[in-house]
């Protein structure tokens, strides 16, 4: 069972403990509407459940509510931005317009960003390119959870990479992946229930293929995308270490097994090798390569023959990446956002802490 | 069984057959080295097998020998390359060039390429930019295989993902990947050892998993990378479709299941919406981030850290992207490109067809 919350409260009372924690209301306010974006969308486990887990991070040292995050270098297409440890959460928009300028002027534009945190879900930044009448991609490294194939050490995060690209009268396509096989989310949704994980999720300290949802608290790694090298996890290897290394060997920050961890009672890695954890962004004007409405009439026409695919036996339609995401957000608005209690009262206890009035709910829902 | 030939004289067979094919000595050469690219990096179903393939499609009108290849749009950062229906192995390296001839004035270049074919081995494009000290990126749609998550048609072809990255003293970060479980050259593998698949490759034209490796000959599909739903085939769909609008939406080629497929004797699809085939090359200049040596060093201790993770039980080592490919070359360039006897057939009756001379075997190896 959920608790609901309308999707405005738990905007302000995210923006009201930002702002305690010392952010400007201008950042507070995007911080709050780029964490709750996971909420609307269906990522329960990237939004408003891990508000506290940023405040610890602060509490920690580890992150500057008033950072002055700046362009380091720059060429025409390109630049480098160092958050200044800010919260990931602003970080990451600033870095994203950088982008979308670049475009606007040489056609494209990528950065790279050192000195930053976890930046919410990598899907909204990349949106962000879509009413510029551009394509917008997003990724970010994360700490180390995922073995490399044939290894039993935790080397790479769950690197997620997201590409948004414009379309006519259809929604826009948004892919938004993580490069393993299954998201550490779904891990902490079967711990709750109790129940076991499929195979090929995650393997034990020995590399053995384990169907505990708590293996990795016992020294177990998830799997990259493929799951094993019969079925390509030296794919999903390889697709997770060019995020981990645009986000961060391009950019100066840590790579790798050193990337900081989300938890702040996680101790810092040794000997790191860069700054914070690094993300990478990219905006590509479509009238750099086709006539805007040209391009948009062809991906309308890509996107109506992907649906209208023949279903397998059992299925009534073919997706589109995007689709079960952008169906969440106006029920999510309508109905209120489920929280689970473990989680309210997480928040209820952050509320308490912070001097910030807790919101009431507006239901529940099984 | 197979049967050795030398690395050069493949090579001069190759060039000798596309010269008689109409190619100039400049096209025939770097198609021919192009292609044998793949033989020496392992990748045997990109190579010489191929070959008589290229020329089937040149016989039935659908590769011009002579094009006129030619960049039809570009900003600073962009280009759109028209590749006049010329062999993918001269339009893609052509088409690289612009990318990298771009980067070197705006940090970064990107080229989405249609009225192209079959481009032989991705990495080997993308590995161009390396000597420019530049990070390379090449990807490519192809014909319809692939069937999307909860489908059994056949919308998406293996559509490769490849990204090179330079390293100092550490050989380079070659990642060159189909975005489907198993490449489709492994099925023909087991098909001539008459062997069955491994479940999660393939699926029959209900939608089942299948284990019959002639599966797509009797209406099957590839599955994406992840295999199925609970392992993640979204993921492997949304990058395969990825590849396919940034390859052909963004250039005006064919996408999804119009892109015309390699084997002459089949049909074009109808309704086409675009030209030929289509490719998408990137290229930045690793300055226009980093200092090169800088990020070279740190290139070097992300390679050495990762080869010296903790490997599982039953292997000696971790693998770099790219490790297995380029250890394979010295040891094909020494001891001869081994080809299957169904193979050398069919090359010997393309030499006796086009009256080139069939190279001497050097050897034989189980």
């Known amino acids: 069972m959920s608790i609901l919350f309308a999707y405005d409260d738990l905007t302000e009372f995210a923006c009201s403990i930002f702002k305690k924690a010392g952010c400007s209301d201008r950042d507070a306010r995007l911080a709050s509407e780029v964490l709750l974006s996971a909420d609307l969308r269906g990522i329960d ?164 293929n384990s169907t505990d949802p708590n293996i990795l608290k016992k020294g177990g790694a998830l799997l990259p995308l493929g799951s094993d090298r019969e079925h390509g996890s030296h794919k999903g290897y390889a697709l997770g270490s060019v995020v981990d290394i645009f986000s961060a060997v391009l950019s100066g920050a840590n790579y790798g097994p050193w990337v900081p961890p989300f938890p702040a009672y996680v101790p810092l890695p040794q000997n790191m090798p860069g700054k914070g954890l690094g993300h990478f962004f990219g905006a590509m004007r479509i009238d750099a390569f086709q006539p805007a409405a040209e391009f948009k009439k062809h991906m309308d026409h890509w996107i109506t023959r992907f649906r209208s695919a023949k279903p397998a036996k059992g299925h009534d339609r073919v997706l589109i990446p995007g689709d079960p995401e952008r169906e969440s957000e106006p029920v999510r608005r309508a109905k209120g956002i489920p929280v689970v209690q473990a989680v309210v009262d997480d928040l209820a206890e952050l509320a308490e802490k912070m001097g910030v009035k807790f919101p009431v709910e507006c239901g529940r829902e099984e």
Request: net charge neutral; with cysteine.
């Open 45 to 208: 486990s990237h939004g408003v459940a891990r508000l506290s887990g940023y405040i610890r991070l602060w509490e920690g040292g580890r992150i500057n509510t008033c950072p002055d995050i700046k362009v380091v270098h720059e060429t025409m297409s390109t630049a480098v931005v160092d958050g200044d440890s800010g919260l990931g959460l602003v970080v990451a928009p600033f870095a994203m317009r950088v982008a979308i300028q670049k475009a606007a002027v040489a056609g494209t534009g990528w950065v790279s960003v050192r000195n930053s945190n976890h930046f919410g879900i990598a899907g909204k930044h990349a949106m962000m390119a879509l009413e510029h009448d551009m394509i917008g991609i997003s990724m970010t490294n994360a700490s180390a959870l995922v073995a490399p194939t044939f290894s039993v050490e935790r080397m790479l995060g769950t690197n997620p990479i997201a590409v948004a690209i414009p379309a006519g009268s259809q929604p826009p396509f948004v892919a938004d992946l993580a490069t393993t096989t299954a998201a550490n989310g779904k891990l902490e949704i079967l711990q709750r229930k109790e129940e076991n994980m499929p195979k090929g999720w995650a393997q034990d300290v020995n590399g053995k």
